[in-house]
Each structure stands twice: as structure tokens, then as C-alpha cells.
């Protein structure tokens, strides 16, 4: 028999959420006065990583999840509606804050619209969808969908995007996620990703803020 969904089996889909509502205004701030070529460098290979995962991230749930769900729960499609036309108006905002041909200063201004409009998109989203989830979707549904999530990361993005997905979380919800992973992920991330990302975070924003991911 099917097992229903609880909270904790949705810790990935609410890390992932954690990582998007911070990163866009730290990139803002460090966009406005880089410190050399080495870190723009750096800032504009985190905006191009970080933009292409949420509009991967918002074709997953436009694809699949928002589907599953209409089906299920016919009543809350104008709601899930209005949930991807939100993707949609992001979109030029991605496009805008990752279009390299604009001096990266230039863009700060963009990544701080994009990090007000994420964190509204996403109050939507977790107030509609987080209870749909767990009245409407079984745990395998659940897996599959984060396995699909890890297939479209990828293996070579994967240690970078746990870092990132993780730096906006605090300790018991990180522990939560990674419960909902296979062993061998979860081993790497706290043995090897984890620190790594530490220290990349470092570079980008600095030691100061680096401090408060042990919160």
C-alpha cells in the first residue's frame, strides 16, 4: 500500500526553496563592487548555475508536478495556474540577470527585482502546493519526482547545487533533506560537498556570512 506523504518527506523540495529565497540578493550585493577579476569571475559562474537550476526547477513542476496535482485536485487548478504564469514572469528576469553582455554592476539592480519576486512566487507557492503535496501525492510519487530533480542537476552540478540549496537552510532542515537522499549522495555531501561549498561561499560573500551557515 501507498504511503502518504508527511512533512519531513518534503524537506528537498523545501530546501531547494530555502537556497532560492537568499541567493539572488547575496549575488546582488556582491555584484555591485566585485573585489577582482577572479571573484566577478566567480559571481557570474554562481548567477549562470543558479539560474539555470530555478528555470529547471520551475520546468519540472510546470511539467510534471503542476499536472499531477490538477488531476488530482481539480479544485485548486486556477491556483496551480496561477502558480506557472509566475514561472513565466520570472523567466525574463533569469534571462536578464544571466546575460553576460551586460556589465555585471550593471545586473545588481536585476538580481535584487528577481530576489523580491522569487520570495513572493515562492510564499505562493508553499502556501498552495506544500498541502496539495501532502493531501494528494504518495512517498514514491514524492521520490520520483526528486529523483527526476537529481537527473536534470546532474552529477557534476549536483555537489555545487547541495551547497547552495543547504547555505539558505538551517541545521534541521539540512538533516531533514538529507534523510530524503540515497546513502552514497548523503555521504559525500556532509564528507566532501558541504565543506567545499563552505569555502566557495566564503569566496563569494565573505567570512562574515559564511559564519551564519552553522545556524
Known amino acids: ?21 537568499q541567493e539572488f540578493g547575496r549575488l546582488a550585493r556582491v ?19 543558479t539560474t539555470d537550476v530555478l528555470h529547471c526547477h520551475h520546468t519540472g513542476e510546470d511539467r510534471d508536478l ?16 496561477a502558480l506557472a504564469a509566475e514561472h513565466e514572469s520570472v523567466d525574463p528576469l533569469l534571462a536578464a540577470a544571466a546575460d553576460t553582455s551586460v556589465m555585471l554592476a550593471e ?13 513572493t512566487h515562492l510564499d505562493h507557492e508553499e502556501a498552495v502546493a506544500l498541502p496539495l503535496m501532502l493531501d494528494h501525492l504518495t512517498l514514491a510519487e514524492m521520490e520520483e519526482i526528486g529523483r527526476q530533480a537529481l537527473a536534470e542537476i546532474g552529477r557534476r552540478r549536483a555537489p555545487a547545487v547541495f551547497g547552495w540549496y543547504s547555505s539558505g537552510a538551517h541545521k534541521e532542515l539540512r538533516t531533514a533533506a538529507l534523510a530524503t537522499v540515497p546513502p552514497i549522495p548523503r555521504f559525500l555531501f556532509n ?12 569566496a563569494l ?8 551557515l552553522g545556524v
Do not use: K
Not at 4 to 15: K, T
Not at 35 to 45: K, M, S
Not at 205 to 212: D, F, K, P
Open 66 to 81: 503542476w499536472p499531477l496535482l490538477r488531476r488530482r485536485a481539480p479544485e485548486a487548478a486556477g491556483e496551480l495556474d
Open 205 to 212: 560573500y565573505g567570512a562574515a556570512e559564511r559564519a551564519l
Open 1 to 21: 500500500m501507498a504511503r502518504a506523504l508527511i512533512m519531513d518527506d518534503l524537506a528537498g523540495f523545501v530546501i531547494a526553496h530555502a537556497g532560492m529565497r
Open 191 to 202: 564528507r566532501f560537498w558541504w565543506p567545499a561549498y563552505q569555502r566557495r561561499f566564503e
Open 107 to 119: 545586473r545588481a539592480e536585476v538580481l535584487d527585482a528577481l530576489h523580491e519576486r522569487i520570495n
Open 31 to 49: 555584484a555591485r563592487a566585485p573585489r577582482d577579476a577572479g571573484h566577478a569571475a566567480l559571481i557570474e559562474e554562481q548567477i549562470a548555475l
